[in-house]
């Protein structure tokens, strides 16, 4: 008896070919990597599942991915609760994202938001602020991005997909090639 329908497996392989071929994703990878080279740093931020993928992709480049290296400025905005609810409750929810880059976002830092539906009004205005302070911006989304492209954004990778656990693991899988390849393009380095 199989435990997970076939049809579930095939259509995220045919997502992650789709994705492998997406040039879109290579360009997220050369904003990253050249941010950080340069001392830069990136922020990160998404709501519920896309938050702890914010806080795993910051971890994975803060820490290590496959080996222990110099740490790299990489900060999940969602982290900080005290941050997140005084911002939420004194302000909007809506601000919760967009208040942090104001205090933490320079020109030349790459701002990243996760966002499955493509509609989170935190995420758009956080992107938007990125915008104003001349921070490159990428957004990993599903495949209603018609609020993301009014924005807009610099990089948009799109699962197309509105199966939002799906869309979630695709973009895990993107966080961790965007890990893994940025981590090898700074430092070389072999897995342990």
Known sequence: MKIIDPEKIQRRARLLAVLNEDPQVGRAIDLLASALKKGSKVLVF???????QSSHFAAELVNKFYFRRQALPV???????ANV????????????FSRQLEAFGSKGDVALGITTSGRSANVLLALAKARELEMPTIALAGSQVERLSEVPVDVLIVVDDRDTPTIQEMHLFLLHVMAETVEKRLFGGKHD
């Open 75 to 81: 900060l999940a905005l969602n982290a900080d609760m």
């Open 85 to 96: 609810t005084s911002i939420a409750n004194d302000e909007d929810f809506q601000f919760i």
């Open 46 to 52: 998404g709501n519920g599942g896309s938050a702890t």
